[in-house]
């Protein structure tokens, strides 16, 4: 019997240590693919990584090379970079942006690609980043109507002769065009202006103003809403009927725009192409978009009209933009720092 129980367990131990060996071998053949697939995932995970950060580092290059609102920058260490040496002139320059810095809390600024639709993307480039809603007068009308109401309606078939900056003459396919160009502006503007969180708002700017196709759009649209506005107020004039703002009175008492077609031809044909807005058209500008338009004008140090507001006469209701200029034609974005 003992010889019996013996032989059963040396049998067993037996059968155990043959399955030992061949479960072992499974285990480290199983382990061995397990580290195998680790270290694949990881080389994997590891290139997928480096692709991803190359292409985070491109597309912020191209965004970077392309954006035409940069990003900010000290304003002193702006002012001793751009204001270099012990001339007249420079000295006046940094003594005035030491006076913004100290006295008006102006610690950055952002650049703004210097061309000439400079003005007009400094101003909508801190519309749409501050989140502030169409002006009244554009909730209560369909703007992409306006270019067939100024065809159609009233008869201003002149408008074929609209240029849009660089592109210059149009011709017959004008007013398709400023549809789209209203469209564009309508848009974007809805869309940003609804988006709450203030850096899903500050990338959706910096996405918009990286595309030049989009920005110029934009700008031709405020350009054909500020025709539109001048030949409202030219009707209302002619007809004698109610009042109208006196920054119209002194735009169509200019010899070269005393009536819609020589300001369209003589002023806003050319903004974008080979000027920019000058001082009455930044007051019809902030009057139509119903922003005060604070502008610094480093120039005009230690007068009065070192700080001056487009338009002069505002609502308190009115939303309030900030630009910083050193000659009237080109304009910064100057950060306030408490």
């Known amino acids: 019997g003992r010889y019996e129980v013996h032989s059963w367990t040396t049998a067993t131990k037996q059968s155990v240590c043959l399955m030992w060996q061949k479960v072992k071998v499974q285990l480290m053949l ?29 597309v912020q290059r191209k965004l970077i090379r392309n954006l035409s609102v940069l990003t900010e920058v000290d304003l002193l260490g702006y002012s001793a970079r751009e204001w270099k040496g012990e001339t007249k002139q420079a000295k006046h320059m940094r ?4 006076e913004l810095f100290w006295s008006y809390h102006i610690k950055y600024l952002r650049q703004v690609r210097r061309d000439n639709y400079c003005v007009l993307r400094a101003v909508l480039f801190q519309i749409f980043s501050q989140g502030i809603p169409f002006p009244s007068w554009m909730k209560e009308r369909d703007i992409l109507k306006l270019p067939e109401k100024l065809l159609y309606s009233q008869g201003c078939n002149w408008i074929q002769q609209y240029s849009f900056g660089p592109e210059r003459y149009m011709g017959p396919n004008a007013f398709g065009k400023l549809r789209k160009c209203m469209e564009t502006l309508k848009t974007n503007w809805t869309e940003i202006s609804a988006t709450k969180d203030h850096e899903e708002r500050g990338n959706m700017c910096n996405t918009l103003f990286s595309d030049e196709s989009k920005e110029h759009k934009l700008y031709e649209a405020i350009k054909f809403i500020m025709l539109y506005e ?3 107020a030219y009707e ?7 009042p109208i703002h006196n920054l119209f009175s002194l735009l169509l008492a200019r010899d070269s725009s005393s009536d819609p077609l020589s300001f369209m031809m003589n ?13 009455v058209e930044l007051f019809l500008l902030g009057y139509l978009l119903e922003v005060k338009i604070r502008v610094y004008r480093l120039h005009r140090f230690n007068t009065e009209e070192f700080q001056v507001n487009y338009p002069d006469e505002y609502r308190r209701e009115w939303n309030e933009i900030s630009l910083l200029t050193e000659d009237d034609r080109y304009y910064h974005i100057p950060l306030f720092r408490t």
């Open 267 to 279: 002023h806003l044909n050319s903004i974008g192409d080979s000027i920019c807005l000058d001082q």
């Open 95 to 98: 003594e005035a942006y030491e």
């Open 30 to 58: 199983s382990m061995s693919f397990l580290v195998a697939v680790f270290w694949y995932c990881r080389r994997l995970y590891s290139l997928l990584a480096q692709l991803l950060k190359r292409c985070s580092n491109y």
């Open 236 to 242: 209302q004039i002619k007809n004698r009927e109610e």
């Open 230 to 232: 001048v030949v409202e």
